[in-house]
């Protein structure tokens, strides 16, 4: 794995580490790859139990390193290959996928400045813990870019399609606190505290019932683009196939045992 991203497993918990601090963790090359193959990796895991994604230093991730764009821009001008914008489905499109569909709990500790793509990552996320110094910004439109990372997928279904036109026409700095009253943010703390706070919210995802998780983000992805009547019928089928898991058994059974439960994610 690359020092661009770092990536630990302990106790269920795969912690995704952006690691370059001194670039505020802007996304080369290197980077991009080293993230969605951490991202795949933690998916294919049986031993993760959920995903902790947060970065070092004083950003989070402001998007596209500019620098290594712009000499990316060159070289395309100059043999025609037209080779600089396919990031955009060899990276952030697999980065954000990985994300999305990961059959377990993804919660994002946003450190700092979230911008561009980094914004992408925290959206696609299933939680965002964020420090109280930290914003976001959609940045796309300030390089006469559009949306991507899933931004135009991700943002209105938080905030609505009005505000999330507003971000993305009129690109600006969002506190965490406006950040949380759009619901962008699911919880604001100190930025001393982001760390501990982030870990924990994501250890107990790792320890709770990550079947049962893995069919509420596919519930709720299938509902964001199917009528009620087919949301109902796969509200359905999972809850079946929820219903017969052994952590559905226990679950029940330390209920009336008036015991904590011990899930095994099966």
């Not at 902790?52 to 402001?62: N, Q």
């Not at 990316?72 to 489905?89: F, N, S, Y």
């Not at 009005?162 to 604001?188: H, M, T, W």
Request: overall charge negative; some cysteine.
């Amino acid at each position: 794995m690359a020092d661009t991203v770092l990536y630990d497993v302990t106790e269920g918990l795969a912690t995704v580490t952006l690691n370059r601090p001194d670039a505020m963790n802007a996304m080369n090359t290197e980077a991009k790859e080293a993230l969605r193959d951490a991202l795949r990796d933690a998916a294919a895991d049986p031993a993760v139990r959920a995903v902790l994604l947060t970065a070092t230093g004083r950003a989070f991730c402001v998007g596209q390193d500019l620098k290594e764009h712009i000499g990316l821009l060159a070289e395309d001008r100059k043999t025609g290959a037209g080779r600089t914008m396919t990031t955009v489905r060899e990276h952030y499109n697999p980065i954000v996928t990985a994300l999305t569909e990961m059959p377990k709990p993804v919660v994002a500790g946003v450190n700092g400045v979230a911008a561009g793509a980094g914004a992408g990552f925290a959206l696609a996320a299933d939680y965002r813990v964020v420090a109280d110094t930290a914003s976001f910004n959609t940045s796309f439109a300030g390089v006469a870019l559009t949306a991507d990372s899933g931004v135009s997928w991700t943002l209105p279904r938080l905030i609505g399609h009005g505000r999330a036109a507003d971000l993305l026409l009129f690109p600006r700095s969002v506190s965490a606190q406006e950040a949380y009253e759009l619901g962008i943010a699911n919880k604001v703390v100190p930025a001393g505290e982001l760390a501990a706070e982030a870990a924990a919210v994501a250890r107990r995802l790792a320890e709770g019932p990550t079947a049962a998780y893995a069919a509420i983000k596919e519930s709720l992805a299938y509902g964001a683009g199917h009528s009620l009547a087919e949301t109902l019928a796969k509200e359905d089928e999972l809850q079946v196939r929820a219903g017969a898991s052994e952590d559905h058994q226990r679950a029940v059974e330390a209920f009336v045992k008036k015991e904590k439960p011990v899930y095994l994610g099966r």
